[in-house]
């Protein structure tokens, strides 16, 4: 079994950043991918950011410039910098990452911005 912990949500102000990280432990041998995504109520779930382990990136649409991701190969680890929030910013974000053809989310970290 693997395991995906989130953590670094929060409420922040327009404008300002967060930080979220997540962390892989369990059944982890190699992760070749791993990526955040987020979903707000009746929507379906977006793509914010993935990165290879060779640390190839890709970014959704609405986050390009603002947000980046990274990751530390050897703790399993990626995180996800957030700049210039918005209101649109505003929901639950995943984890995610697929070791052996199986799919793991973690728990998601609610990111909330508001004046």
């Known amino acids: 079994q693997v395991q995906l912990v989130e953590s670094g949500g929060g409420l922040v102000q327009p404008g300002q950043s967060l930080r979220l990280s997540c962390v892989a432990s369990?059944?982890?041998?190699?992760?070749?991918?791993m990526g955040w995504y987020r979903q707000a109520p009746g929507k379906q779930r977006e793509l914010v950011a993935t990165i290879s382990s060779g640390g190839r990136t890709n970014y959704g649409d609405s986050v390009k410039g603002r947000f980046t991701i990274s990751r530390d190969n050897a703790k399993n680890a990626v995180d996800l910098q957030m700049n210039s929030l918005n209101a649109e910013d505003t929901t639950v974000y995943y984890c995610h990452t697929v070791i052996g053809g199986m799919a793991y989310w973690g728990q998601g970290t609610q990111v909330t911005v508001s004046s």
């Open positions: 369990g059944a982890v041998f190699t992760i070749y991918y």
